[in-house]
């Protein structure tokens, strides 16, 4: 196995040690640079072509996210893992844009570290759970106003059940999925046949599937 080529771009000093360390424990890894400013990072990831770069947010000058974006643009090859506290929306969407491969938070574990050091140099993309999680409900979220805007007559319980519906689930499994019971399920598909103007579960599975459901 090749070497992994690592360039850490952090403006804490003493956390850049601790990375050091434990990324240099990585069997493989080689430290090729540091840095301390997102302008640095820049200049250094052209200098060195790292495999990764873990990078953090928030540094003087030009952010993480921007130094990011810069680095993807002139060296697409190159995987930007961003380390940061900041576990906002708008930081982890503004990182994903800019072209990171990862988004972990720090205080994430060493095993949860070297793991998505070693995937983002494979060319994978992996954020930690917590991230994961969010970025999942985002997309979620987005699915259903998409499917309000095409179902307006359903309830959301009903666009819920529809969407199972579409995914091929029986009535005892969507109660169980969704807490509820047998006969209120069946009570909702009678009243989504109805609205969709539908007969039976075979027309309403292609509708909802031709609408992206399921």
Known sequence: MDAIRILIADDHPLFRDGLRSLIGSLPGAEIVGEADTGSAAIELSAQHQPDV???DIHMPGINGIEATRRIVADSPHIGVLVLTMFEDDESVFAAMRAGARGYLLKGSSRRELLRAVEAVA??????SPAIAGRIRDFFAGQVGTASRAIFPELTDRERQILDLIA????NPVIARHLSISEKTVRNNVSNIFSKLQVADRAQAIVRAR???MG
Do not use: C, R
């Open 122 to 127: 494979d060319g994978d993309a992996i954020f």
């Open 167 to 170: 995914k091929g689930e029986a």
């Open 210 to 212: 031709q609408a992206g």
């Open 53 to 55: 770069v873990v990078m």
